[in-house]
């Protein structure tokens, strides 16, 4: 399994899709690609069909204080080293397509982003709970609210 080459990755996806991406540099030892929502499909086909990246370590989410009003999603590749892809949704209504259909074994990190942060990934059946009690109805524990005295 070779290191995936991020000069060529980004060339490639500029020419198969026709999307510039720019690499993100505020990760240590890793390769990181910042893209936007809609380009996340066509970008993981890319690296599956002509990089043979198929190793989802994770989904990472956060609520970052310098990006108000979104939450960012981080899917963490591993080939050789570290590969991942950033985008940022609105806080409001996040939604991103499910890779399901890309990563059957998406189906923890989607259900457990969905649960704690209330991302909803859109094209598959559903994200059963799968960590809160059955019980629970404050809403994702994992975002910020703003404290109300009541």
């Not at 290191?3 to 990755?9: A, S, Y």
């Not at 890793?30 to 993981?44: N, S, T």
């Not at 080939?79 to 939604?95: A, N």
């Not at 499910?98 to 559903?126: C, K, Q």
Request: aromatic share 8%; charged share 25%; net charge negative.
């Amino acid at each position: 399994m070779n290191e995936i080459n991020i000069d060529t990755l980004l060339a490639t996806i500029e020419e198969e899709i026709g999307y510039a991406c720019e690499p993100y540099t505020g990760l240590i030892n890793e390769k990181a690609l910042r893209i936007p929502v809609d380009q996340l499909q066509p970008i993981i086909r890319i690296l599956r069909e002509q990089f043979g990246c198929y190793h989802l370590s994770t989904i990472t989410a956060q609520e970052r204080e310098s990006q108000p009003g979104e939450i960012e999603l981080i899917y963490h590749f591993w080939q050789g080293k570290g590969i991942s892809l950033i985008m940022s949704l609105p806080l409001e209504d996040p939604q991103v397509e499910s890779i399901l259909s890309l990563i059957s074994g998406a189906d923890f990190y989607e259900r457990e982003v969905a649960e704690m942060y209330g991302v909803t990934f859109t094209g598959r059946e559903e994200t059963p709970p799968l960590l809160l009690p059955d019980s629970w109805d404050q809403g994702p524990p994992f975002i910020l609210r703003e404290e109300t005295d009541e």
